[in-house]
């Protein structure tokens, strides 16, 4: 599945990959994980928080770690609103929970933890925003609307 181009690769994650838990997601509304985070659950994707120190977001229950979120949600897409330098442990937990794909958001990007993510399967994006891509492929007809 990582052979996929980079042009088809985000077509291909926003169709297929429903589940997404969020990385960083911030309760707070003002917050760009949130806006963004908002946006993809009225598209009609499942949104898994995923912060330490959040209790739910968005109405949904939010877990302290992806491990954690694993053992009770499906989780096909780990959406990452972290620093890059923190994200080669998410992509860690993102392989060791089987996920299909790891999304960095703009102005994030590791490449050695994105070479990992890949060699191990996953597809990846990275410096990009969902949102913003969703809107676009959107726009294009290349996704369905809400």
């Not at 509304?29 to 009225?42: I, L, N, T, W």
């Not at 959406?79 to 790891?102: H, L, Q, W």
Request: hydrophobic letters at 45%.
């Amino acid at each position: 599945m990582t052979t996929l181009p980079p042009a088809e690769r985000m077509p291909h994650i926003l169709k297929h990959y429903r589940n997404i838990a969020v990385v960083g997601l911030s309760p707070q509304p003002h917050r760009a994980s949130f806006d963004v985070a908002r946006y993809m659950q009225a598209n009609g994707y499942r949104i898994i928080p995923v912060n330490p120190n959040a209790s739910e977001v968005l109405g949904e229950k939010a877990y302290a770690s992806l491990t954690e979120a694993a053992r009770h949600e499906k989780i096909e897409l780990v959406n990452c609103f972290r620093n890059s330098e923190d994200i080669p442990p998410v992509v860690d937990e993102a392989i060791a929970i089987g996920a299909k794909a790891v999304w960095m958001q703009l102005g994030i990007s590791n490449p050695a933890a994105a070479a990992k993510a890949e060699a191990a399967g996953l597809l990846v994006v990275q410096d990009h925003c969902i949102k913003i891509d969703h809107r676009v492929l959107q726009s294009r007809g290349l996704l369905a609307s809400a």
